[in-house]
């Protein structure tokens, strides 16, 4: 699966942003998807998960804020970010298993990653 993110921006506190990533190489309803993030001298953070069968899972950091969404027809999975926040600052990475029902959390369940995409919250 080849993916590719994009949307990322400089966004003022509390402002709103729409992460986008495009999927190719595989049936993309059959995927499981995720976004992780990871910001400079940070850990990789989990962020959201979407299963083939639409469930989500969201990390604690953005749950309420932060919404997981794909549209099969587009071979797209979206990120929608709202009431950001300087804390919020990182690159942003798409991930995907393919033929997967089940969610997944775990990042090394995850066969196929983005290059990420940057967002920055600052005023």
């Known amino acids: 699966v080849q993916l590719a993110e994009s949307g990322g921006a400089l966004v003022q506190p509390g402002g709103s942003l729409r992460l986008s990533c495009a999927a190719s190489?595989?049936?993309?309803?059959?995927?499981?998807m995720g976004w992780y993030r990871q910001a400079p001298g940070k850990q990789r953070e989990f962020v959201a998960s979407s299963s083939s069968g639409g469930r989500t899972y969201y990390g604690d950091s953005v749950k309420g804020r932060f919404s997981i969404s794909r549209d099969n027809g587009k071979n797209t999975l979206y990120l929608q970010m709202s009431s950001l926040a300087p804390e919020d600052t990182a690159s942003y990475y798409c991930?995907?298993?393919?033929?997967?029902?089940?969610?997944?959390?775990?990042?090394?369940?995850?066969?196929?990653w983005g290059r990420g995409s940057q967002v920055t919250v600052s005023s």
């Open positions: 991930a995907a298993r393919s033929n997967t029902v089940r969610l997944i959390l775990d990042p090394r369940e995850f066969a196929s």
């Open positions: 190489g595989s049936i993309f309803s059959g995927n499981a």
